[in-house]
């Protein structure tokens, strides 16, 4: 029986261990790609490559199409915005890649991506929400068009183990 006991603590150990190492990797475990997400994460990755070329306006237009940060009074947090990301490379150096760090979907109509932009002195770390409500005249949520409701960058690094 001790010898039964043992094994089966080894076990459980090593199942903890490796489920651990699996989830603070930062990989999300899935067992099939979403491909609404897999949608939205292309639209972040394009809104990266067009910022990484200089061309942040435009891609921040693109990004927003449709989505309430472009409203009036958010113009100025918009610009504000813009003008911060114009400024990445003088402060954290050019640009070197990106890759998805997380992407959660939290029920059916919001959505959660997290992205690190290497620079050449120092990560930046991208936050983008998705969010998906009926328009009035719809039935279905899967016909209604994500928005994103946030976007912001920060260099929090210690904030990845959350």
Not at 57 to 74: F, N, R, T, V
Not at 115 to 120: G, N, P, R, T
Not at 133 to 162: G, Q
Request: net charge negative; with cysteine; aromatic share 12%.
């Amino acid at each position: 029986m001790p010898d039964t006991r043992r094994v089966a603590t080894c076990l459980l150990t090593f199942s903890v261990l490796w489920l651990g190492g699996r989830f603070s990797s930062g990989q999300e475990v899935a067992a099939e790609a979403d491909p609404e997400v897999v949608a939205l994460e292309s639209k972040v990755s394009q809104f990266l490559e067009g910022i990484s070329d200089g061309q942040v306006a435009d891609a921040y237009d693109e990004l927003l199409d449709g989505s309430q940060l472009k409203l009036k009074e958010k113009e100025k947090a918009l610009a504000d915005l813009i003008v911060k990301t114009e400024t990445l490379d003088e402060k954290y150096g050019g640009y070197r890649s990106f890759e998805k760090v997380a992407s959660k979907r939290i029920g059916r109509d919001l959505v959660l991506v997290r992205y690190l932009y290497k620079c050449e002195h120092f990560p930046v770390v991208w936050y983008f929400t998705f969010y998906r409500t009926l328009p009035s005249n719809e039935t279905t949520p899967e016909n209604a068009p994500w928005r994103v409701i946030a976007v912001r960058f920060d260099t929090r690094l210690d904030l990845l183990w959350l």
